[in-house]
């Protein structure tokens, strides 16, 4: 791990990094993480100037003092270079990106005082933003909601480990504190979450957004525009079924943006079970309550621990590795 702890290096208390769901991830929400103890992100997606702003001065008034916050910035956004600037003016203390390459902003943002860590999904794309000089990387496998790329978090991971010598946060696929364990055994300082956020009081999703996630199996989970679209990842509904109808009969990528133009708002905001994009990771079956997040927090920690002890418990027994006995 290159003996790098994310807790110190983002001056948090757990391991945890909220994802950057946008319409979720409000300035609101990442307050309220960053003051249970994970990093709050305030997810900008397709925000104006205005919009940052606002959401930054609502995390600003709920944040305790010493807490540690951030901004995810979708490198796709038109309004990439304003949204700099207000990250820049508002001391942001850490810049998560995606969909894209932060070349151009990243010297700025660290002259700025603000740490920049990409979410990637290759290791060719780890080398990449090694050489720009990022603080660390997010390496997110396409077990997880939303947006996603090819690999699987178990493979992609160690490659990326392997391939750079920097900081690396695995992300995609991890709701129980065991699956975060197997990413920490694999060589990763911290984890980002959404998916099992999305079972948080503090969550801003409509309830119905929020019974579908607790009900969900892993069968519920679909991944659309892998044929003429962007990959995305959520919860099965006549939207998605109708989308990959579009796909195999050889829409193109305009026409099924059109098509699934708001389908977030529609999910987040007004519960629309059959046309909303409920976006969800492929570990979602295992999400079944509804906690407060110092709770959930709490809890993937114990289960790391109580992981860990029972791997060490196992080891120590004797098993057939142990045995004198020769064949």
């Known amino acids: 791990m290159n003996g790098h702890k994310l807790t110190e290096l983002l001056n948090i208390r757990y391991p945890f990094i909220q994802g950057g769901m ?112 990022v603080n660390g990387l997010i390496a997110e496998g396409c077990e997880a909601g939303g947006h996603v790329g090819s690999f699987t978090t178990m493979s992609l991971l160690p490659q990326v480990i392997a391939a750079v010598d920097l900081p690396v946060v695995a992300a995609g696929g991890i709701v129980t504190g065991r699956q975060a364990l197997a990413a920490y055994a694999l060589g990763a300082v911290g984890f980002q979450i959404g998916t099992v956020l999305l079972a948080a009081e503090e969550c801003p999703i409509h309830d119905n957004y929020r019974e579908r996630v607790l009900g969900a199996r892993l069968e519920d989970v679909v991944t659309i525009g892998r044929i003429g679209g962007t990959a995305t990842q959520m919860l099965k509904n006549p939207m998605t079924r109708a989308y990959l109808k579009m796909e195999r009969e050889g829409a193109d990528w305009e ?51 109580q992981g860990l002890h029972d791997l060490l418990a196992d080891w120590e027994a004797e098993g057939p590795w142990k045995s004198t006995d020769t064949i």
């Not at 397709?46 to 807490?67: F, Y």
């Not at 026409?255 to 133009?261: M, N, P, V």
């Not at 990771?281 to 621990?305: C, E, H, W, Y």
């Open 22 to 133: 946008a319409r979720i991830a409000t300035g609101t929400f990442a307050a309220q993480v960053s003051n249970a103890g994970g990093l709050g992100v305030i997810g900008s997606g397709s925000m104006e100037v205005q919009h940052l702003e606002a959401n930054i001065r609502d995390c600003k008034a709920l944040l305790e003092p010493g807490r540690t916050w951030a901004v995810n910035l979708m490198m796709m956004n038109p309004h990439c270079d304003d949204l700099v600037e207000v990250i820049i003016r508002e001391k942001v203390p850490v810049v998560t990106t995606g969909a894209g390459s932060p070349a151009a902003y990243v010297s700025r943002l660290q002259e700025a005082g603000c740490q920049v860590w990409p979410v990637i999904a290759s290791p060719l794309m780890a080398k990449r933003m090694a050489r720009l000089g």
């Open 255 to 305: 026409t099924l943006e059109r098509f699934s133009l708001g389908g977030l708002a529609k999910a987040v905001l007004h519960g629309d079970k059959d046309n909303g994009a409920m976006m969800a990771g492929q570990s979602v079956g295992l999400v079944d309550q509804v906690r407060p997040l110092k709770d959930i927090f709490a809890g993937l920690m114990a289960d790391m621990d």
